[in-house]
């Protein structure tokens, strides 16, 4: 079965500083990548999402990006990070036939 | 695009008894409906889902219904334990992919020893 490593599980950074979540796959290939943030009491939002290496989708504008250097990586980044940007970050992989998506452990971030 | 809606934001019930918690969506395309747990500190899992072409779907203690003409959908968690105790999601999705999944905004279950 799939699992998502994902790093770190916390954060605090100052605003203006940059940003680099990773998170890597194991146990599947060619699997579909996304980003979902989870704010205080709210559902999880959809970021970004690829369907492959260098192929990259967003879904709400935002000071955040994404890239996917490897099959079974995928990284967001920010360059100067916002108060806004406060949160909890889930990867999640969705691979072959199985709709379900697997998700790491998440990284708690906090601007400050 | 579609919109999920879910309640009760939180819910607390005594151990042994039910729990139901119920979402809505607004996309007649909607065909899957997954639910997941997420204990605290945790990710979420998935732990049931049901697709279009089910009414009702169980596993042990916990079961699913779908009314698509309503546009509804819940879980049901029946003889409760405190293991329970988690934030619940549903979801909803046209295809199935998690792409396109919708997630409501999460029901926080406390059962009560």
């Known amino acids: 079965s799939q699992t998502i490593h994902q790093w770190p599980a916390t954060l605090v950074q100052p605003v203006g500083s940059p940003l680099s979540l990773e998170c890597t796959v194991e146990g599947t290939s060619n699997p579909n990548l996304y980003w979902y943030r989870q704010a205080a009491g709210r559902g999880l939002q959809l970021l970004f999402y690829?369907?492959?290496?260098?192929?990259i989708s967003s879904e709400v504008p935002q000071n955040l990006s994404a890239s996917r250097p490897q099959d079974r990586q995928f990284i967001l980044s920010s360059k100067k990070l916002l108060l806004s940007d406060s949160g909890f970050y889930l990867c999640?992989?969705?691979?072959?036939?199985?709709?379900?998506?697997?998700f790491g452990q998440g990284t708690r971030l906090t601007v400050v | 695009g579609e919109n999920v809606e879910q309640h009760p934001s939180t819910l607390s019930v005594q151990e042994g008894d039910s729990a139901v918690i119920k979402c809505t969506y607004s996309d007649s395309a909607s065909n899957y409906f997954p639910w997941y747990k997420q204990e605290l500190g945790k990710r979420p899992q998935l732990i049931i889902d049901i697709r279009s072409n089910v009414g009702e779907k169980k596993d042990q203690r916990i079961a699913v219904t779908l009314n698509k003409t309503a546009k509804h959908f819940s879980l049901h968690i029946t003889e409760t334990q405190p293991e329970d105790s988690a934030v619940y999601f549903c979801?909803?999705?046209?295809?199935?992919?998690?792409?396109?999944?919708?997630f409501g905004s999460g029901t926080q279950l406390t059962v009560l020893p």
């Open positions: 979801a909803a999705s046209p295809s199935g992919s998690a792409r396109q999944l919708t």
């Open positions: 999640a992989s969705e691979a072959g036939a199985v709709t379900e998506a697997f």
């Open positions: 690829s369907v492959g290496i260098g192929q």
